[in-house]
């Protein structure tokens, strides 16, 4: 089982629509958890982190945990065409960060 | 707003030469971390230090790779005798505590 799964995309979205990005997890023990966006041959950027169950909201994005499902969400609210890029979720496992393979999003002028 | 510098941007070699990729932390940051991306691939953990030691390093961090925080400013990564299979983009990061962890512009490593 892989430890961190997303959708490879790519996920198409409209300008101005909510993009909603998904990602499972297997270690029930880890703690934090991150989104990171990458644009082509650039390097991961933090844009969200998560500790507990719920929603975290910081703009345009939010971030939801549900530590019973496994499972870690990214929204981002009235998409932009400077959004498209690979988003990557990461969880943080006995000082190291396991990413997943990322979800390519494409915003549609 | 502080970053993680590495130098070079990118460095070519020739298999079985020995190449260092260096970092800059933030200076405020106590933990340093090596990560690589092969082309297409995802992001895979190498190694994590803390207080002059390794605290932790994967299955692909074997004798050929070493670390060293040579004074209070750089953090390097060192392969000894690089193979084909080296050829990746190599990123530092570094974190306050061991949380959000801030990834460097990475180094491409190209081995021929």
């Known amino acids: 089982q892989k430890e961190v799964e997303q959708n490879s995309g790519p996920l198409s979205v409209p300008e101005g629509a909510i993009a909603s990005l998904n990602c499972t997890y297997s270690?029930?023990?880890?703690?934090?958890f991150f989104w990171y966006r990458q644009y082509s041959g650039k390097s991961p950027e933090l844009i969200m982190s998560i500790y507990s169950n719920g929603d975290k909201e910081d703009g345009r994005f939010t971030a939801q945990l549900n530590k019973a499902s496994q499972y870690v969400s990214l929204l981002i609210r009235d998409s932009q065409p400077s959004d498209s890029a690979t988003y990557l979720c990461a969880v943080n496992r006995d000082d190291k960060i396991i990413f997943g393979k990322g979800t390519r999003l494409h915003i549609l002028p | 707003e502080p970053e993680v510098t590495q130098t070079p941007s990118h460095q070519v070699t020739q298999m079985g030469q020995e190449v260092i990729l260096r970092c800059v932390p933030i200076?405020?940051?106590?933990?340093f971390y090596w990560y690589r991306q092969i082309l297409g691939q995802k992001v895979e953990f190498l190694v994590s230090?803390?207080?002059?030691?390794?605290?932790?390093k994967s299955e692909i961090f074997d004798d050929q790779f070493s670390v060293e925080r040579p004074d209070g400013s750089n953090f390097t990564l060192k392969i000894r005798s690089t193979k084909l299979e080296d050829s990746a983009m190599y990123f530092c990061?570094?974190?306050?505590?061991?949380?959000?962890?801030?990834f460097g512009p990475g180094t491409r490593l190209t081995v021929t």
């Open positions: 270690d029930r023990g880890s703690q934090s």
């Open positions: 990061a570094s974190s306050q505590a061991e949380d959000e962890q801030y």
């Open positions: 200076s405020n940051h106590l933990y």
């Open positions: 230090f803390y207080n002059n030691e390794i605290s932790e």
